[in-house]
């Protein structure tokens, strides 16, 4: 009788042990989980909600995530009274956000500079309400790209150069809801040449914010939509999720991988194919296991070339036209930068892989056995 409960107890442990294994080697069974993280720029140029909403959720991309972090971690005690406070009464707005703006540049640029940023701030034009139109914005961005000229020296020329992008996309913005197609190339190009003049600065949380603020399809008038979620897939699987009222993102199951892929309803075209680089392989949208290995000295016979694969996060780009107006198989003229960005306004992505594991080799060549993601999308239109 000893002898069955030992053997009993042997097979249990066994068993426990086995399904631990299978745990910990499928991650996967674990239900994705969907979240919006919040956007760096929107609290920072817009006052956007308070400091304890910005803090990142476990879903929320490891790119952006990272920027998050690396803001919270240089924000001072006394700074914190100030932003954990969410928008006041109409009648002190304006005060209230010309507070939180002082606190902003000292956050990104010091607290040193704390007189200039106050300079800033007090000079500075801000309208209680943009009402959709593109003037409040536009009014907004002018009086700091006015402030620059008159302070060619100004330690916080960063954070004003990217407070002039924000204002000048978001009046774009505007201008497009309202048809003006002048004003939003005007708009766009005066968003682009600050952007530009503020990449060229080195603070890694401005680099930080200006990357969050070109990741955004939009900055003031709300996108058509917007998906953010964790998943995972095993070896073989493939990945479907709707989003807005007529797309798909998918990780098809290819040799060796996934093909990033979106689409629409009721049709079998890949609505991503034309993500760049267009003539180097591999592209972003394909993941693969040789892609993923730090060294390909243990798989002598994998042809592959280790580091030679897309980065992380595996960005790309969308639109309903393509195979309708761009990329059409049978038209006579390739595509074209131009066209590589009407795609690109239409709606962007991120997949970020995670955790994965490798499984069996195939021709010599890791395989992903499984992986863990985060993925992020958002569009201009539905």
């Not at 010091?110 to 800033?120: L, S, T, W, Y």
């Not at 100004?154 to 924000?166: C, K, Y």
């Not at 680089?277 to 592959?304: D, K, M, T, V």
Request: hydrophobic share 40%.
């Amino acid at each position: 009788m000893k002898s069955l409960r030992r053997d009993g107890a042997i097979i249990l442990a066994a068993a426990l042990l086995l399904l631990l294994g299978l745990v910990l080697t499928y991650p996967c069974q674990a239900a994705e989980s969907e979240r919006t993280p919040p956007s760096l720029s929107d609290f920072v140029f817009l006052g956007a909600g308070s400091l304890a909403d910005l803090s990142p959720g476990d879903n929320c991309p490891q790119s952006r995530r990272a920027c998050i972090e690396a803001y919270l971690k240089a924000v001072p005690a006394p700074a914190r009274n100030v932003l954990q406070k969410s928008n006041p009464d109409p009648e002190h707005i304006l005060s209230f956000r010309r507070k939180r703006l002082v606190e902003q540049v000292c956050i990104f640029m010091g607290q040193d500079a704390r007189p200039e940023a106050q300079n800033f701030i007090r000079d500075l034009v801000l309208r209680s309400e943009w009402e959709g139109m593109p003037d409040g914005p536009q009014a907004e961005g002018e009086s700091a790209r006015r402030w620059l000229e008159n302070h060619k020296q100004a330690r916080i020329r960063p954070f004003v150069e990217l407070f002039h992008a924000h204002r000048m996309r978001a009046a774009a913005e505007a201008a497009e809801r309202g048809q003006a197609p002048e004003l939003v190339r005007q708009y766009s190009d005066a968003y682009r040449s600050a952007l530009d003049a503020a990449r060229k600065s080195s603070p890694p949380l401005i680099t930080c914010l200006a990357e969050d603020l070109e990741s955004q399809t939009s900055v003031y008038l709300p996108s058509g939509f917007r998906l953010t979620l964790q998943g995972c897939v095993k070896a073989g699987e493939r990945f479907e999720r709707d989003f807005g009222r007529r797309f798909l993102f998918i990780l098809e199951p290819m040799a060796g991988g996934w093909e990033i892929q979106v689409r629409q309803k009721g049709r079998e075209e890949n609505l991503a194919r034309l993500s760049p680089p267009l003539h180097f392989a591999p592209n972003p949208r394909e993941i693969e296991g040789w892609h993923l290995a730090s060294s390909l000295q243990a798989y002598p016979s994998c042809a592959a070339a280790a580091g030679t694969g897309p980065e992380n996060p595996r960005r790309f780009i969308f639109s309903p036209e393509v195979g309708l107006t761009i990329g059409v198989p049978a038209a006579a003229r390739s595509v074209t930068p131009q066209d590589i960005e009407t795609i690109g306004r239409h709606g962007r992505g991120a997949l970020s892989i995670e955790r994965f594991a490798f499984g069996p080799q195939k021709d010599g060549c890791p395989q992903i056995d499984w992986m863990e993601f985060s993925v992020e999308i958002q569009g201009g239109r539905e």
